[in-house]
């Protein structure tokens, strides 16, 4: 009888520092994941006052700086990086490509001159789009339009210079600011059709 007794509380015992451990060691997961840096399955919370008040359309000189700016570059990223290439027939594998006007002047056989000449437009749309940004008090929109500017005036030094690779990094670059413009500012309006909308 007391050996089963004995045995009983052992096993209480055991069965409540097992629980004791299992719920410190979650306790301690909790934390740390409240700790850990937001990855893509951790999302931050849309925070700061250009979500205080609803997105606005962009006006139509604005949309055709876009339209403009897509005919010449047009980044699109593949489904695995959020975009949706694949059904334009860019690439399904996780890649970014540039479909547009600009890198067929700067493929294979480059035409520098007639990069020249999308480079003057891009230069010419930016500072719009720059100039936009300051009208609407939006400093980090600014900020992206002369990141872009700036990667721009690297792409013109680079195809005067007929350095393909150079014009090519710099394109990246352009498309990089066009890419974060976009998340921080360009937002999907739900509407039938879809529209884009502004956050300031």
């Given at each position: 009888?007391?050996?089963?007794?004995?045995?009983?509380t052992m096993n209480?015992?055991?069965?409540?520092?097992?629980?004791?451990?299992?719920?410190?060691?979650?306790?301690?997961?909790?934390?740390?994941?409240?700790?850990?840096?937001?990855?893509?399955?951790?999302?931050?919370?849309?925070?700061?006052?250009?979500?205080?008040?609803?997105?606005?359309?962009?006006?139509?000189?604005?949309?055709?700086?876009?339209?403009?700016?897509?005919?010449?570059?047009?980044?699109?990223?593949?489904?695995?990086?959020?975009?949706?290439?694949?059904?334009?027939?860019?690439?399904?594998?996780?890649?970014?490509?540039?479909?547009?006007?600009?890198?067929?002047?700067?493929?294979?056989?480059?035409?520098?001159d007639a990069a020249?000449?999308?480079?003057?437009?891009?230069?010419?749309?930016?500072?719009?789009?720059?100039?936009?940004?300051?009208?609407?008090?939006?400093?980090?929109?600014?900020?992206?339009?002369?990141?872009?500017?700036?990667?721009?005036?690297?792409?013109?030094?680079?195809?005067?210079?007929?350095?393909?690779?150079?014009?090519?990094?710099?394109?990246?670059?352009?498309?990089?600011?066009?890419?974060?413009?976009?998340?921080?500012?360009?937002?999907?309006?739900?509407?039938?059709?879809?529209?884009?909308?502004?956050?300031?």
């Amino acid at each position: 009888m007391r050996r089963v007794g004995a045995r009983m509380t052992m096993n209480r015992t055991w069965a409540v520092s097992c629980f004791l451990v299992t719920v410190v060691g979650l306790g301690g997961a909790i934390q740390a994941q409240d700790k850990a840096p937001a990855g893509p399955t951790r999302r931050q919370l849309l925070e700061g006052a250009q979500f205080e008040g609803p997105p606005v359309a962009a006006p139509e000189p604005f949309r055709k700086l876009m339209k403009s700016n897509d005919a010449i570059m047009s980044v699109d990223a593949s489904p695995g990086q959020g975009g949706d290439a694949a059904a334009a027939g860019g690439s399904s594998s996780g890649q970014t490509t540039f479909r547009g006007t600009l890198s067929e002047k700067l493929g294979a056989m480059p035409d520098f001159d007639a990069a020249l000449k999308e480079v003057e437009t891009l230069k010419s749309n930016f500072a719009e789009i720059e100039a936009y940004f300051v009208t609407i008090k939006s400093p980090d929109g600014a900020e992206m339009a002369k990141s872009g500017t700036k990667a721009l005036l690297a792409l013109e030094a680079a195809a005067k210079a007929k350095d393909r690779i150079g014009a090519v990094r710099a394109q990246i670059a352009v498309g990089k600011a066009c890419r974060d413009c976009h998340i921080g500012h360009r937002i999907l309006v739900i509407t039938q059709p879809l529209q884009f909308g502004i956050i300031s």
